[in-house]
Structure formats: C-alpha cells, structure tokens
C-alpha cells in the first residue's frame, strides 16, 4: 500500500522542517547564553584566584625571606655561639639577642637554638620541641649543609634550620618553626571565604591546611596527579586548584577555590536547557503530528478513494468540505469517477447492442442454407425438368450467396473474377442478347488480393444504367500490373453517367434518393476506407466514344506467406 | 540551509563543551613535576607509622620523590609477579624473609655497603633481600590475671591450665600466626603432628588478625597470647595491661627484608634505597621509634630489652616452615574441627 509510506515521508518532512525551526534557534541561543555565561564566570573567578594567590605568595615569599634573614643574623651572633658552646651562662642575654633578632617576627614563628646533640637551649615559645635528632630530619639536612637555611615539613609543621658554623662541624642550630596558629595567622585575609589554603613541603606531603579544609586526603590526592602529570580538575570536580611555589624553600602553597558555579547548577542549567529543548521538541512533533493529520486526511480519503477505483468501484464519492486546494481536488474526482461511470454506462449498453446485433446475425446465418438447400433443389429441378437456364442461374446464384455472405473482406482476384463470371451469367439470361462481356486478366495477378464484390456492384452499374436505352453493349474488365499496383478497368459503351449524377458523385454527396447508382458509392467507400481518401474509384474520359470507364488502382498484395510487392 | 547551519551548530557545542572539558595539567605546574630520574615506587606492607618517616627522610636527603603503594604482603608479591614483564615498582619493602623467600626469583640481588655488619644468620645467601628488621615472637599475660611466674614458655601453651585462655592468631590466616607455630613447633619436643594437635585443642579457637591478640589479652577476653615482640612492645607504650615473657626454650627472630625488584623502571634510585633503609640512621629509627631489632650488629638494641642470646634467638627454620605449610594447614583445620565435612 503506498498510504503509509506518502504519510510518513510526508510526516517526516514536515516533522524535519518544524523541528529544524522549532530547535535551531532554541539550541544555538541556549548553547551561546551558556558557554559565554559560563566562560565569563570562569575568567571572573579565575582573576579573582590569582590576585589572592598573589597575595597568599606574596606573605608566604616574606615571611620565608625574613626567616631565613633572622636565621642568619643569629647565626652570626657571637653571643649565641658562645651559648651553644655552652661557654656563656647567662640565659636573659641570650634571650635578648634572640627576642631582639626575631621582634618583628615573633608572632609569625617560633625560633629556637639547638646546640650540636640537638638539645634545645633557647626559644622564643614553650611549644617547639626539648630535642632534635641530629642524625635525622631538619638538623641533620642544616648540619649537612653549614651556611644554608634549610627547610623542611613534618606532621603539621614547617622547619627552618641553619647550622651556626664553629670549629668543626656545627656548634649549633637556629631554628624557626611554623605551625598551625602561625600559617593560620599569614594567610588570614589573603583568601575569599569558600576558598582553602593547602602548604605542601617540597615533596607535597601536607604541612598546613586551613582548617575548613577536612579533606585528609586531597594532599595526597594532589600529589598523585602531580606525579602522574594530569590535571587537578580530576582530584575534585568542584574546585579548582592553584599553585605558588616558593623558591627558596621548595614549598608549595596552594590555593583551592570553589568553582563559581557548583557542578549542580550547572547541571541544573543543563537540564532546563535540555528541558525546553525537548519541550519545544515535544510542540513541534505535536504540531507537526496535527499540521500533517489536517492536510493529509483529506488526502488519504482521496487516496483510498482512489484505491477504490483502481479496484473497479466507481460509485465511491468524497465529501467536499471546504474551498481549499485538496476540496477542488476532491470534486474534480468526483467529476470524473461521475464520467467514467457515465462512459461504462454506455460502454456496456454499446456491448449490449453488439450483442444483439450478433445474435441477429447468427439467426441470419440460419437463413442462407435455407436459401443453398432451396436454390440447389431449383438447381436440381431445373435438370430434371430441362430447364438449362433454372439449373444455371439457381447454381450460379447460390455461388454468388455463398461468397457475399463469407466472412472474408479480401478475396483472390481469381475468385472476384468467378463471381463476375457467375453474375454475368445470370444477367446474360436475363437480358439475352443485350450485352457482350470480356474478361481480360493478367495471369500473375490472379492471386493478388481484392476487397471482395468490388467489381460486381461496377459491372451492374453498367448493365442497369448503362444500357438503359435498350442500345446492345458491350462490357469489358481488365486488369494489368502497373509497375508495384495493379490497374482494375471496367469499361462499357452505354449512355454513360449523366453528368449531374457524375458531379454529384465526384463531390461525394452520396446517392439520390431512389438509390441511383448506390453500388459505386459502396464501392468507393470500401476502396476509401481500405486504401485511403484517395484510393476511390476513378472516371477515366472515354475520348469520342459513349460510355464509362472506371478504373481502380490497388497494391498487390498476397495471401500470407506469398511474395508483398 | 540546514547544511550551513548544523555544523555551525555543532562548532557552538564544541566550544561549549571546551569550556568546561578537562585540561591536561597547568602548564605552570609542569615543571614542577619530577623528572624520571627522580623517581621511585616503593611497594610497601608496613604500616605508614613505618615507612612514613622512612620515605620522608629519604625524599629530603636524596630529592627523589617517592610513590608509595600500600597492601598486604602476599597481595603486593602477587602483583609483582603478575607484572614481571613490565614492573610498576621499584622496591618490596617489607614482608617476612618467608614471603621473600617464595618470589626470589623476581627481585634482583644486590648487596648493600653496610652488608658485613649484619648480624651473622640476617644475611640471605646471594643478598636477594637485604634484611630490614629482626621481629622475635613473645609470649604475653594480662597483667591483671595472671602471675608472671605462671607463664615460661612455649611448653604452657599445651597446659591444659590455658585451654581456652590463649589468643593466638589463626596460622591459615595469618603470616605471623604460622610463624609463631613454627617457632613452638621449633622449641618443643615430641612428634609434630601430635604437638600441633595438643595446641590446637587447648587453643579451643584461634583469632582471625594478628593485631586482635595484645587487646583480646589485655582486654581480659584471653589470659596469655602470643605476638611480636614489636606489637607487644607497642601495647605496652600505650599502657595496655600486658606484660612479655621471652619463653625458655628459646624463639626465633624473623627478619623482614626489602628488595630490589627485576627489571625496576628505576633501578639506581631503588639501590640508593635499600642503602638508606639498612643504613645505621634508619636502623637507629627501627630501634628507638618501631620497638623492633635492628638488622646491623652497630646499631644497639634498647637497654631495657634481653639481648639475643638471653632470649635464646635460634635461627628459624625457613624451609622446613614453606615445605611443612601446606600439610600444617590441612591438619591445623582438622583439629581446629574447620576441615570437618
């Protein structure tokens, strides 16, 4: 069935055009608002990152830089030499170099002096540790190498150390020791709240992190993307991360910062947009859906109306409902099924009256060999009786009957020519004495085919019309090839044709009434209507002598199967 | 139309979905990331107490930056034979000499500079492993049940006196647990099967985890178990009512080791390791912060603790134990009544 396939194609096209109209516009505005939206947002906090990470640096690289200053100035202090020596005894001396040294700082870190065991001897807090090893950790990297300050990060504090060089090997260290309160106390205003301070040691093992940060394991999360090179947009899709380094100590502050838009908004942006997008898909699918149901109904009604017809019921009709396009469509269908039943309508009673006709014509048949049977019987009396001319004209006319009523339009010239023969003789006994008859033929015409009882009717014309004066005549019928046709004359030497009858009949107006010269109207016609308009008969000028001469050209054609020149 | 404008669509999206994909690392911070040479993994069975302070002190004195991955013993050995071919890790750190043992044939000898102070029976033959501390196995008593004249040694533990009383963790289940077997299979006399037997029905029930003996003795829960020394030691720090009784006839003191694994994407920074932690500062640190016996013969044990020959320290009996396991285990679970249909 094609209904389904014009209605969806048909469908289809129209759900394409309302969906393209319907979305396009929707998802190039929703994507543009989202992604300037978003990428504004995101330069926004972006900027706002790096001027607090500026900031964050900005105390981190002073407070280190100003450690490792006082750092140096102690250990060059004569006094503190001597107190680790242990050669100086006077404790608030020391104490005074050490407060003095570290004024400005003393709030920001803890400084200590340790002597070579890594015993502690002098500090500005009572919380840094009585001892160090000087075989491991801060010590043993300052005592590994005197003249520098050495940094080091261990559970939740940050060490400065500094050998103070003396004799052999070290004679002591200074220290300083960052913990919470005082990394706490740097960065304090440096960043926007939701924001976090994460301080890694140069290995980015955590030292501080700012104490609304209770994530344990984001240090160690961070340091596996550093090692593996990848992004931190992986360690947590809701921040973003960002990253100082300090020169001098290899630390790495870094500063994590929510992204402007939560993952859930976002995902809520997302999903209005995708929400209206399928809304405004849902309407134009719907309009389309109704849209192509309101145009295509009528035309599946017309459609099957059609269907109907092809199948062969015409009395199907389609209700016009409207002036649009498809109603005038539907009642020039109506119009024309109303035809076409009109027109078989007739059809049918034409056929009927062919067959009518047919039946009259077989009852007919039965009529002729009533007729042979009664003319063979005269035939037959006729010899009995001694009647020569019974027996001749009653065989010659049953001859007659049986080749006018054969089914055969064309016939053998040869049989033509025994047809004339038969009715010449039935006219010769009719009218003894009043006409001779000749019959001139062209041996290999003899089988050229001719419509049949053409020559009779223009043979009769001749001896009715003819010799209508009583005058004896004499008629002749030849036929010769003429190079690819042949040339049928029939020539007598009667009164002729009046020439009223002859300009009559050259202008094709058909007999008079009374039926004069009928047959050579008949004859014209079948030669028109078998050869063409100018195939007719011809009336060839006699010259001085009286009478008509008819000739008729026609092609030589052959039985099937013989030669069609 | 629709063709002008479907890829000028498809562009927006992209640009879209570029403002919020995922970026490879900062480009500021690419520097920042370590270069090979500097690198190691470390596969480790310790507790991060262990090997913390060990890979920290490592990574300052040396700036190699250390990958630590964590599991049990046998899990880790497993992965570094599964990934012979291509091995993630530098460096088994820890496991008994007995687990070390089974995967020799995937670690890489190497003798350390410090290999002559090994104390003597530490040193495996070919140096596959470099011993990294010495764990003698100990009995314990809740200090509130029990005397500490009641408890002498390995012997008790057949004493019909405990049946029932004693925690010791299940040797199927357990790497220390079948150790501690094979230690007072080791020490007592009479036929093995027989002994293993005996101790199974006096156990009357073994713990599942090694760490649950100290607080099912120190909880009440059991009267004697048996540890090492190093968790007992531990307990007892963190005031757990137990005291150590080094048994009489003798205990053995399994080392666990490290080792260069075959084939180690970072091979030198992997020597420069098993130097460090078998070096006199690390072993220092095993005695002073893991209360466990160094491997060297420099580095002095805690005053307080017996030396190894008062404990009576007989060498354990490394391939008797791996030949005996499987058949231990099937007769252990008899008598425990598991193996029963």
């Known amino acids: 069935m094609r209904g389904p396939g014009l209605r969806e194609s048909f469908q289809k096209k129209l759900l394409g055009s309302f969906l393209a109209v319907g979305l396009l516009p929707l998802v190039v505005c929703a994507g543009l608002i989202l992604g300037i939206f978003q990428s504004v947002l995101f330069r926004n906090a972006r900027d706002s990152a790096q001027t607090q990470l500026d900031s964050l640096a900005g105390r981190f690289d002073g407070l280190m830089s100003s450690c490792g200053g006082i750092l140096e100035e102690l250990g060059r202090e004569e006094l503190v030499i001597r107190a680790m020596r242990g050669e100086h005894r006077s404790g608030t001396q020391v104490y005074n170099t050490l407060y003095s040294a570290a004024s400005a700082y003393l709030r920001d870190a803890d400084f200590s002096l340790y002597n070579a065991g890594g015993e502690l001897l002098y500090a500005t807090s009572n919380t840094v540790p009585r001892s160090l090893s000087v075989n491991w950790g801060v010590l043993f990297a300052a005592g590994e190498r005197p003249g520098e300050t050495v940094y080091q990060g261990s559970e939740g504090c940050m060490r400065l150390a500094r050998a103070v060089p003396g004799g052999e090997g070290a004679v002591g260290f200074v220290t300083a020791e960052l913990r919470e309160e005082h990394f706490r106390r740097l960065f304090q205003g440096s960043y926007g709240a939701g924001s976090d301070v994460l301080v890694l040691d140069p290995y980015w093992d955590q030292v501080y992190a700012s104490p609304t940060l209770q994530d344990d394991t984001l240090a160690p999360r961070l340091r596996g993307r550093l090692l593996e090179g990848g992004s931190f947009a992986e360690v947590g899709t809701q921040n973003t991360y960002h990253v100082f380094r300090n020169a001098a100590s290899g630390f790495a502050v870094i500063l994590r910062q929510p992204k402007p838009l939560a993952d859930w908004v976002m995902q809520l942006f997302y999903l209005v947009a995708g929400l209206s997008i399928l809304l405004c898909a849902g309407v134009s699918i719907r309009a389309a859906m109704s849209f192509s149901r309101q145009l295509f109904e009528p035309i599946r009604t017309l459609n099957s109306a059609m269907a109907a017809v092809e199948e062969g019921d015409l009395d199907v009709r389609v209700e016009v409902t409207g002036t649009d396009e498809i109603s005038q469509l539907s009642g020039r269908f109506n119009r024309m099924t109303q035809r076409l039943r009109e027109n078989l309508a007739w059809s049918i009673r034409q056929q009927q009256e062919l067959g009518d006709a047919q039946i009259r014509m077989m009852q007919a048949q039965l009529n002729p060999h009533f007729l042979y049977n009664t003319l063979d019987t005269l035939k037959w009396l006729g010899k009995i009786n001694g009647s020569q001319e019974i027996s001749t004209i009653s065989a010659d006319l049953a001859d007659i009957l049986r080749r006018s009523i054969s089914a055969e339009e064309f016939v053998e010239l040869r049989e033509e020519l025994a047809v004339l023969e038969r009715y010449v003789e039935i006219q010769t006994i009719r009218f003894p004495g009043k006409f001779e008859f000749e019959i001139r033929a062209d041996e290999g015409l003899l089988d050229a085919l001719v419509p049949k009882l053409m020559l009779q009717p223009l043979v009769e014309n001749a001896i009715i019309h003819g010799f209508e004066d009583g005058s004896h005549g004499r008629i002749s019928v030849e036929v010769v090839p003429r190079g690819e046709t042949m040339c049928l004359t029939v020539r007598d030497n009667g009164c002729g044709m009046s020439p009223e009858s002859m300009e009559r009949f050259l202008r094709r107006e058909g007999p008079q009434a009374g039926g004069g010269h009928l047959g050579l109207y008949n004859v014209d016609a079948i030669l028109r209507l078998h050869y063409g308009a100018d195939s007719g008969l011809r009336f060839m000028p006699r010259g001085g002598d009286r009478g008509t001469c008819i000739q008729i050209t026609l092609p030589v054609i052959r039985r099937e199967g013989g030669e069609d020149t | ?341």
Request: aromatic share 8%.
């Open chain 2, 1 to 341: 139309m629709k063709k002008i404008r479907l890829p000028a669509l498809l562009c927006l999206f992209a640009l879209a979905l570029c403002a919020c994909a995922p970026s490879a690392l900062d480009p500021a911070l690419i520097t920042l990331v370590p270069p090979e040479e500097k690198r190691l993994v470390v596969c480790t069975s310790h507790k991060e107490e262990v090997y913390g302070p060990i890979v920290k002190e490592f990574q300052a004195r040396t700036g190699i930056w250390v990958e630590v991955i964590t599991g049990g013993t046998n899990e880790l050995l497993e992965q570094i034979a599964a990934r012979e071919e291509a091995p993630e890790c530098d460096v088994m750190f820890g496991g008994g000499v007995e687990s070390l043992a089974a995967y020799a044939g995937y670690f890489e000898p190497y003798t350390c500079s410090g290999a002559e102070f090994l104390k003597p029976g530490l040193r495996p033959e070919g140096d596959p492993w470099t011993p990294f501390s010495a764990l003698p196995v100990v009995l314990i008593y809740n200090t509130k049940l029990v005397d500490e004249a009641e408890l002498t040694g390995w012997e008790d533990l057949l004493d019909s006196r405990w049946k029932g009383r004693i925690a010791f963790a299940d040797p199927a289940v357990s790497g220390s647990g079948y150790t501690a077997a094979i230690t007072m299979l080791s020490c007592l006399p009479g036929e093995t099967w027989e002994l293993v037997r005996a101790f199974a029905e006096n156990l009357d029930g073994a713990l599942g985890d090694s760490g649950d003996v100290v607080s099912a003795v120190s909880g009440g829960s059991k009267s004697i178990g048996v540890t090492l020394e190093e968790t007992a030691l531990k307990g007892i720090a963190q005031g757990e009512d137990i005291g150590v009784v080094y048994p009489a006839e003798g205990t053995s003191a399994v080392p666990d080791g490290s080792a260069l694994i075959l084939g180690a994407p970072h091979p030198d920074n992997a020597r420069a390791f098993l130097e460090f932690v078998q070096s006199t500062d690390v072993q220092a640190l095993v005695v002073s912060d893991f209360a466990r016996r160094s491997v060297r013969q420099d580095v002095a044990d805690r005053e307080e603790l017996p030396t190894e020959e008062e404990m009576g320290i007989f060498d354990y009996p490394v391939d008797w134990a791996s030949a005996l396991k499987e058949e231990f285990l099937t007769r252990w679970a008899d008598y425990t009544g598991e193996g029963a249909p």
